[in-house]
């Protein structure tokens, strides 16, 4: 889909052409400008494949317009409607290499013939564009900045990303809407101002970010994360990447508004917390401060709905995790006791024996008895 901007400060004449547009059904996404100074700011903000644009605007002329846009934009398509008399400003967008003007009132099979045209370059550029590795380096943000590359730290920036993608991870899992976007825009703002970096990394960060995103949404299926992980890296624009993002952002933070209104949202942050916190002193008081609840209200609530007290639901996620690392790894006692919350390992001992009818090492032991008999 190519971005398209209509720009002309008659309001039925950018109706009239949203209307012949509808021809070209999913071939544009359209934007819409009243003057040319509202023009330049959408160019400014959006990477814009075709421009359809009145020659008299006011701020700014169609002529105007087009010459600043050239210089950071030389491959856009502009398509310039006119009146008879402005042939003067006709000359002068001939110079531009403007694609073609269209005299008003305009005539629906001459635009036709027109954006067919320009539809078909921009579907041939688009295929060899996809072979520039050349020209997707250069023009992959959209906005030029002035970043010497040398002072673009790999070891940092994977640093800086790997934190901000564990927070986000952490804030899916708790389902903390404000926290998500936050940390989602912080990371798609990083990567707006690193312009020197390549633009296969940048992919992979926002590929990473997308699996989190539609792993939130119940509705997606792998089909839906495969092609949108496709669409990533078929992308030439840095914006287009955001554009997507933003979209599935959005629709994770409505399930999480929608999903904070139900009555069992206190508690399902409360167990979440929990399992990524368990290795923690954990209290009643934080929880409570977690979810802006009572402390005496949330105790019994939790009970009513998990049919489970608080400190019986920390201790048998606690005791599951220390199953875990009993089995799967060669940690001692004393460590695991303090990996899963216990800082006394003599009562952490004495509570594994209670719950599993053996101590941490006869319940180990007897895991690899098992093992050999089998």
Same mark, same amino acid.
């Given at each position: ?40 700011? &959408? $160019? ?7 421009? +359809? #644009?009145? %020659? ?8 105007? /317009? ?120 912080? &990371? $798609? ?7 020197? +970096? #390549?633009? %296969? ?8 970010? /997308? ?143 209670? /719950? ?19």
């Amino acid at each position: 889909m190519y971005t398209l901007l209509i720009a002309d400060d008659e309001a039925d004449e950018r109706t009239l052409i949203r209307f012949l547009l509808n021809e070209f059904e999913n071939t544009f996404q359209i934007l819409e400008a009243k003057n040319g100074r509202e023009a330049l700011q &959408l $160019l400014t903000d959006n990477h814009v494949d075709v421009l +359809l #644009s009145d %020659i008299q605007m006011p701020f700014l002329n169609g002529i105007e /317009l087009v010459s600043q846009v050239k210089e950071k934009n030389p491959d856009i398509e502009v398509l310039f409607f006119s009146g008879y008399d402005d042939f003067s400003y006709v000359k002068a967008a001939l110079s531009l290499k403007a694609v073609n003007y269209i005299l008003k009132p305009v005539d629906p099979v001459e635009f036709h013939k027109f954006l067919t045209e320009i539809i078909d370059r921009l579907n041939s550029h688009k295929i060899e564009f996809s072979k520039s590795e050349k020209y997707i380096e250069e023009h992959f943000h959209d906005i030029a900045h002035n970043v010497p590359s040398g002072n673009v730290s790999h070891a940092s920036i994977d640093e800086d990303t790997n934190l901000l993608l564990h927070t986000i991870e952490t804030a899916v899992k708790m389902k903390q809407a404000g926290q998500l976007s936050e940390q989602v825009h912080m &990371l $798609l703002d990083k990567y707006a101002d690193i312009p020197k +970096l #390549s633009h %296969i990394y940048i992919r992979h960060v926002c590929t990473s970010l /997308l699996k989190m995103l539609i792993s939130a949404l119940p509705t997606q299926t792998d089909e839906d994360l495969q092609n949108a992980v496709k669409e990533i890296y078929s992308f030439r624009h840095f914006s287009d990447i955001i554009k997507m993002i933003e979209h599935y952002l959005s629709l994770v933070m409505d399930l999480f508004k929608q999903e904070q209104n139900t009555s069992n949202y206190a508690i399902y942050q409360v167990e979440q917390y929990i399992r990524l916190h368990y290795h923690e002193d954990i209290t009643l008081n934080s929880l409570a401060d977690l979810v802006y609840l009572n402390p005496n209200y949330l105790s019994n609530i939790f009970a009513q709905v998990t049919g489970c007290t608080l400190n019986k639901y920390i201790k048998q996620i606690r005791m599951e995790k220390a199953q875990e690392l009993l089995l799967n790894t060669n940690m001692k006692v004393s460590d695991i006791s303090q990996a899963v919350g216990y800082p006394n390992t003599s009562y952490f001992c004495k509570s594994f024996q209670k /719950l599993f009818g053996a101590t941490p090492e006869r319940f180990r032991q007897r895991d690899i008895i098992n093992d050999k008999n089998i």
